[in-house]
């Protein structure tokens, strides 16, 4: 059965037009005006409304082993938050640890998401040691689909990489095509200053920030552009939150080094104060890198707009208030996350697009489009496009809402984003045809979702 979108205002990356849309299946194979359809299609009227491609959050966590727990979602909870918010493929970061086998890892991670999500999905695949065998792994890995790998340099001693072995993993990403995304902060500087605010009795979640100050953030991030430069290997900064490292960041990529930025939704628009809050609401907003001073906003959201920052992720990792408290006698103890997946596009559109900050293309480009230019999976998502996968979000620029626990769909009992107004929310969103959200409920058909195929293209 097809589906036609009638009336709406298509907007992408780089185009705003009117026009119908029709998916035969699971692809789009008609757009324009007064389309001849077959008598069964299903139709959905967008009058009022405008139609974006499908989103993309390139960096979250679903399944994850850490801090001595698990986060909360599962496939099934955080793909149904996802496309509420109208999200339609997420990229899922596979962190086997240092002590894992990284090919066991690939496969049990694939194996929580196969058949539970009701969106598309893909892996940036963790290397947190670099061996013998792991050439042959990760070839096997990128054979699978993957075109994106992740080191740490911070976590020494469970995800973090040495040196050495960031080096190793760019030249074989080089050779195979392959991005590398990194977590960029100086493990060894967190470590110490992490011991000494803890020796002087600085124990709450105010002391996060202080242990991994904008310095830290800068300097890993100027070291794996060092290291890009040197290998020709192409790189993307995760979550970077903060002046220095984007000045660390843009002089590299000024400099021709081959390097993306992502930054995430809570550096937009959360401060460190919200970690200064007493007790456990301070430990609710404890990640890493943590939330900045104020004072980034400013110089973050100018350069998303300028398109200096290339993505907006969420790093969407939910542990709740119990798992929380694990850090109630040492900051270091907090496991590190918030939950985002389902409120990052409102909250962009509303913050960035409705208050000026935020070009209407940019917001879809930031959002979604330079996502699937990235990490391979252009055109077939991050566009509306004859011969793109028919994955629309028909959006009501006129809803109003708050952001609460009380409504979200993650599994999780509080929001990061508590009690934010958003203007604009998805009215429908399809997953390759198929109606999966309908004005905030789920509607559709649960672990529809497949694992894309991304091939490498960084050469
Ligand atoms: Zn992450």
Not at 16 to 23: K, P, V
Request: charged content about 25%; aromatic content about 10%; overall charge negative.
């Amino acid at each position: 059965m097809g589906l036609l979108v009638k009336n709406g205002e298509i907007i992408t990356a780089d185009s705003r037009f009117r026009a119908d849309i029709y998916a035969e299946g699971e692809t789009i194979t008609q757009i324009g005006a007064d389309l001849t359809v077959p008598p069964d299609t299903v139709v959905i009227d967008a009058a009022g409304k405008l139609v974006f491609p499908g989103f993309i959050d390139p960096h979250v966590h679903v399944y994850l082993p850490f801090m001595a727990t698990f986060a909360k979602d599962t496939h099934e909870t955080a793909s149904i938050a996802a496309l509420i918010g109208g999200t339609t493929t997420y990229i899922e970061m596979c962190c086997p640890s240092r002590f894992d086998d990284a090919l066991k890892g690939y496969y049990l991670w694939k194996s929580k998401a196969e058949g539970n999500s009701a969106c598309d999905y893909s892996f940036h695949m963790s290397v947190t040691r670099f061996g013998e065998e792991t050439e042959s792994q990760l070839r096997e890995i990128v054979d699978d689909g993957i075109n994106s790998f992740k080191i740490f340099l911070s976590y020494k001693n469970f995800f973090g990489v040495e040196d050495g072995e960031m080096y190793e993993t760019l030249l074989l990403a080089k050779k195979l095509g392959v991005i590398v995304t990194a977590h960029c902060e100086n493990a060894e500087l967190v470590s110490r200053l992490q011991a000494g605010l803890l020796s002087e009795g600085k124990i709450g979640p105010e002391w996060h920030e202080p242990s991994r100050p904008e310095s830290v953030e800068a300097e890993g991030t100027g070291r794996f552009a060092t290291f890009l430069g040197n290998t020709g290997a192409t790189g993307y900064v995760v979550h970077l939150s903060c002046v220095p490292a984007l000045r660390a960041a843009m002089a590299a990529k000024s400099a021709g080094t081959k390097l993306y930025i992502e930054s995430v939704l809570p550096h937009f628009l959360l401060d460190k104060t919200y970690a200064e809050r007493k007790g456990v609401e301070g430990m609710k907003h404890v990640m890493s890198p943590p939330l900045r001073d104020a004072r980034n906003h400013d110089a973050l959201w100018n350069a998303l707009r300028c398109g200096f920052v290339d993505t907006v992720g969420t790093d969407h990792c939910p542990f709740d208030i119990e798992q929380k408290l694990l850090g109630s006698d040492a900051f270091t103890q907090i496991p590190n996350g918030i939950p985002g997946i389902e409120e990052r596009v409102n909250l962009l559109y509303t913050y960035g697009v409705n208050r000026g900050k935020l070009d209407i293309h940019r917001f879809v480009d930031a959002a979604s489009t330079q996502a699937a230019k990235i990490f391979g999976m252009f055109p077939r998502k991050g566009t509306i496009a004859v011969g793109s996968d028919a994955d629309l979000v028909i959006y009501d620029p006129n809803y109003r809402g708050i952001v609460t626990v009380e409504t979200q769909h993650t599994d999780n009992d509080y929001s990061g984003f508590e009690g934010m107004p958003i203007e604009g929310r998805p009215s429908i969103v399809t997953v390759r045809g198929t109606i999966q959200v309908r004005d905030g409920r789920f509607v559709g058909q649960k672990g529809i979702g497949r694992q894309l195929k991304r091939e490498p293209i960084h050469f």
